[in-house]
RNA sequence: CGGAGUGUGGCUCAGUCUGGUAGAGCACCGCGUUCGGGACGCGGGGGUCGCAGGUUCAAAUCCUGCCACUCCGACCA
């Protein structure tokens, strides 16, 4: 992408509505804007990286074996009613009359409509295991929004819900969740511990959230500080096999959120591996037996010929969430500092001295080169100010960054830096073209 | 929802106490000089001061009501 034909409308100074940090640098670096609050619209150089951190959790949910479909926003009351939650859920969930004086809602979750979908095809235990998710907005109307998209009224959530024939197939789902969430928030760039949680209104008894650990985090949470630098298992799990060993090996640790802390048994741990800190919830499961399809009749035929009211879970992730939450784990003075899984661009070209013919030739020949590698590059082609364009580079936070100048370039030299190191290295063009897109590539 | 605070060009803010022709920096437009880490000169455009009433010869400024947004607390991807 040329920035000269691009939308990026990068601010030097944090607007003063902005609290905290990733809330401000989205805003500097263009991703966002406030329309109302908790209410966000998305700006391309915000939309590129939503949809990669999207696309991540799309394949590591495929990979565990969940199947996406999508399902509307909008939902019916009389749904709700079903599972008694219609008059439950509360002030926070925004309700809407059509035309026809007909009650729906924006949903602030899936559990009746999926319920409703399932029971409505699904009458054998032969067709359990199924997991099936979406990736789609969801409206709560929080008492109080804040930090930007930490907690906005409307925000992306990828929501699973497994469906399984007795509690231990519904075991073995909520562990493939575990395992693919662990998976996931690493291929981010982010450590993010499991930690027993409460189940809330949705239900259950078991349940776990993936807390990222930041200070500007809303939760309390406190835990063995061998969780934090674990890791995950990676994507060549047995998914079909015995999960539970990678999940004990993580819950035989003690972690556990504000409301679910247990002084006694946190002092048990050593005082040196204790961990109390502040942390960003990005992702949380539940598994809640039969609390939906009991009341909404989900049943499925057993291999006894009877009726079994199937054992269900959910398993969300708030894909909008992790923008700041990466961000408030990954940034400098100077701005954001990208993973490289979730780059807006792979590479920046800055030229700085556009309409200087060798200049011009050397940015088109990185350029080209990047594309033809598969990967994304942003072109400051501006006639901006040398100093403006590494500023707003590095606010934005390519991870790469290619400076072409024309000292430089009559000696057939540019130079490449990284923005996580900072680190600059001068290099003839072809290297420094060979070097991006082997990286980038990487 | 309780408490606190803020609304003045796109952004940051001054001006409000003590009423008297709406300001600065950045950004933007034009011309020129420049050009290796947020350049300089000259010229220029842009604001019914959140909204509605009221007081006054006169309101960004005083009074009343409303709205929006932010922060702290109780709830949540």
Redesign the pocket.
């Known amino acids: 992408m040329r920035l000269s034909r691009y939308f990026l409308?990068?601010?030097?100074?944090?607007?003063?509505?902005?609290?905290?940090v990733s809330?401000q640098l989205m805003l500097?670096a263009g991703m966002i804007r406030?329309?109302?609050?908790?209410?966000y619209a998305w700006l391309p150089l915000g939309l590129r990286v939503l949809n990669k951190v999207e696309q991540i959790v799309r394949e590591e949910m495929d990979r565990a074996g969940a199947i996406e479909l999508l399902m509307p926003t909008l939902q019916l009351a009389d749904l709700w009613r079903e599972s008694g939650r219609y008059d439950a859920y509360?002030?926070?969930m925004l309700r809407i009359t059509d035309r026809h004086e007909r009650e729906l809602l924006y949903g602030p979750?899936n559990e009746e409509m999926i319920t409703e979908i399932f029971r409505g095809s699904v009458k054998s235990y032969k067709d359990l295991p199924k997991n099936l998710y979406h990736v789609q907005w969801?409206f709560?109307d929080?008492?109080?929004?804040?930090?930007?998209?930490?907690?906005?009224?409307e925000?992306?959530?990828?929501?699973a819900y497994s469906f399984d024939l007795d509690e231990a197939g519904a075991r073995k789902s909520y562990n493939r969740m575990f395992v693919a969430y662990l998976n996931l928030f690493a291929r981010m760039g982010l450590k993010a511990v499991p930690m027993r949680?409460?189940?809330?209104?949705?239900g259950g008894d078991l349940?776990h959230?993936?807390i990222v650990l930041a200070d500007t985090g809303?939760?309390a949470v406190f835990c063995h500080k061998d969780l934090v630098e674990m890791g995950a298992p990676g994507p060549d799990v047995d998914w079909d096999g015995d999960l539970q060993p990678l999940v004990d090996q993580r819950t035989a640790l003690y972690a556990a959120t504000e409301?679910m802390h247990d002084e006694a048994a946190f002092n048990a741990v050593a005082e040196g591996d204790r961990l109390s800190a502040r942390g960003i919830?990005?992702?949380?499961i539940?598994s809640f037996g039969t609390k939906y399809s009991e009341p909404m009749k989900a049943l499925v035929a057993g291999p006894d010929g009877k009726d079994h009211m199937v054992q269900m879970g959910s398993y969300?992730?708030?894909?909008?969430?992790?923008l700041g939450a990466i961000i408030e784990a990954s940034h400098d003075e100077?701005?954001i500092i990208w993973p490289e899984s979730v780059a807006p661009f792979d590479v920046g070209i800055i030229s700085?001295?556009?309409?200087d013919a060798a200049?011009d030739a050397a940015c088109e020949a990185v350029y080209k080169a990047v594309h033809a590698a598969g990967k994304t590059a942003l072109y400051d082609d501006t006639?901006?100010?040398?100093?403006?364009?590494?500023?707003?580079?590095?606010?934005i936070g390519v991870p790469w960054?290619v400076?072409?100048?024309?000292?430089?370039?009559?000696?057939g030299?540019?130079?490449v830096?990284n923005r996580k190191t900072?680190e600059?290295q001068?290099a003839p063009l072809a290297d420094a073209i060979a070097g991006l897109t082997a990286k980038a590539a990487g």
């Not at 919830?281 to 949380?284: L, M, P, Q």
């Not at 100010?385 to 606010?395: H, V």
Request: aromatic share 4%; glycine share 16%.
């Open positions: 409308p990068v601010l030097k100074e944090a607007p003063s509505d902005a609290q905290i809330h500097r406030q329309e109302a609050a908790g209410i509360g002030p926070e979750t969801k709560r929080e008492r109080r929004p804040r930090f930007g998209v930490m907690r906005g009224r925000f992306l959530m990828k929501d949680a409460d189940t809330g209104p949705i349940s959230e993936f809303e939760s409301e919830e990005v992702g949380h539940f969300g992730v708030g894909v909008s969430r992790l100077a701005g700085l001295r556009v309409g200049c006639d901006a100010r040398g100093g403006g364009k590494f500023a707003s580079m590095d606010l960054q400076i072409v100048g024309p000292k430089g370039i009559a000696e030299l540019v130079e830096k900072g600059r001068t």
